[in-house]
């Protein structure tokens, strides 16, 4: 049998159902690569070998009753490993969300998105690295030590979804979660040569994730083909009574093998995201992407996102502001560890003081000024403001395009360490990433190249509000036609 | 834009954050660099536009208040640092 690891997800399950392997040894498979691989890649913070043999074992019996009658249906994932950011419950597993505030928590509850992918037969494989409550595009903020990125283990994998970028590309998992804020599930795609998608805001439900910015937070998937993220997505996605900003929309389901024409698509390619600074390389991968789409059929505009260049600072005021508030919970009090103190505030200032990090204490901070009596207009209000402007940028492009291609991160993957004394630099790694999430639409990473260094390069594809399958067809489209997706480290 | 000293201890009192001097030296830099940086909010005009909370709302009904069961409390205490009598414990807070 050849390494079942390097199967897509469609071939996997096809595998499983016919019995070519069982699911045992599929499992097997991904546990002893992660075993081989993952002391030094660090993408995963939590394993659960037991927990999913045991599952594989449930499924293998699920299967061999099912080959008895094999026109009764099977759950669409049986026996499919999934590996979950750790900054979604699993209940039973811990979740730390990189930081030591959460030191031993073990939730109670699955999120929404984990217990329909689990309904749908999925087996979790364990909990992957994120930067301290996804605030980070580098993973380096991880209390927990930096997942190593797979093309160069000097190199950061992106975030704050590194560790689930980190452990698709090096075949840990077929497929992963991670969540994208301002940019955490595209631009780690992006720096590990994988797709991910970035949906809707509203699309996919929020309940179990651990909130940071609550008008930006998305959960969203990576993998390598888009058949296997579309599949994933239409089982998270949908409206969820737990979770009041899911939009009530039907989820159709999305089949990529029809016909894919692409002659009537209108690409607009925004005029602002190519910056002078940028990383020669960068642009021409994504401009011969987009000469390639044009090849297709598509035809390709220029446009303009004329207030692109604020939604830096929009973002580093609202979503601070927002976590200032959503990490008010950790207090010591009901969850965590607890440093004692003779007060109750005292426990808090000491609790919160030592068991954030730097990074986390940096936002609070930002936030709780922006908020802060005599400031909140100058500052909150006005990002709002302004966040509405670049809404409006996205709704009059979409008039004249179907969609919108453009770059993901200035640069491909940088080395460890070189942005971890500077703050803003940091910041300036998502000025293509967080327009989407300020304006709610979705957006798709995908490989389109390599820099001169073997650093993958990633395009994203951003969309109208709820055109998934759009994007789902486009890259779907460019894949067939190129092998970037298949590359593997 | 440069924050004080005594701006910066306001915040993280407000935050409830025990910061050490160096910390707090590290941080009224590193605001301040920040804060400056997004003076440039402050060219537009937006006089006459409104504020976005959310980039899509959801438009949905509130659900019927119904009774429903919640976690079991001894699930929902085993995460806690300290219990006592099934109950989260704290020291006091009332003098």
Known sequence: MSDLTSLNLHRAIQGLRQGEFSCRELIQAYLERIQLLDL?????LFTDPEGALKQAEAADQRLAEWRKFPQTELPPLLGIPLAVKDILCVKGMPCTCGSKILEGFVPPYHATAVERLLAAGAIILGKTNTDEFAMGSSTENSAYGVTRNPWNRERVPGGSSGGS??????????????????????????????????????????YGLVAYGSSLDVVGVFGR??????????????????????????????????????????????????????????????????RHLQALGAQVEEISLPHTEYALPVYYLIAPAEASANLARYDGIRYGPRLSAATMWDIFYRTRGEK??????????LGTYALSAGYYDAYYGKAQKVRTLIKQDFERAFQTVDVIAAPIAPTTAFPIGEHTDDPLAMYLEDVFTLPANLAGVPGLAFPVGFDQQGLPIGMQLMGSYFQEELLFRIAHAYQLTTDWHLRTP | MSLTREQVDHIARLARLNLSDEERERYREQLSAILDHFQRLQELDTEAVPPTFRAVESQRA??????????????????????????????????
């Open chain 1, 40 to 44: 030094d890649l660090n993408a995963y």
């Open chain 1, 165 to 206: 970028a980190a452990a698709v590309a090096a075949r840990l998992a077929p497929v992963a979660l991670g969540t994208d804020t301002g940019g955490s599930v595209r631009q780690p795609a992006s720096f590990c040569g994988v797709s991910g998608l970035k949906p809707t805001y509203g699309r996919v439900s929020r």
């Open chain 1, 225 to 290: 083909e888009m058949q296997e993220i579309a599949l994933i997505y239409e089982l998270m996605a949908g409206v969820d009574p737990r979770d009041a900003t899911t939009v009530d929309l039907p989820v159709p389901h999305i089949d990529l093998n029809q016909n894919i024409e692409l002659s009537n698509l209108r690409i607009g390619v925004p005029k602002e995201y190519f910056l002078p600074g940028m990383q020669p390389q960068v642009e021409q991968a994504i401009r011969e992407a987009i």
């Open chain 1, 356 to 365: 954030f990090g730097a990074e986390v204490k940096r936002r609070i901070m």
């Open chain 2, 62 to 95: 509130p659900r019927p208040d119904q009774v429903q069961d919640s976690l079991p409390r001894a699930e929902l205490l085993s995460n806690a640092p300290e219990v006592e009598q099934n109950q989260f414990r704290v020291p006091p807070i009332l003098d």
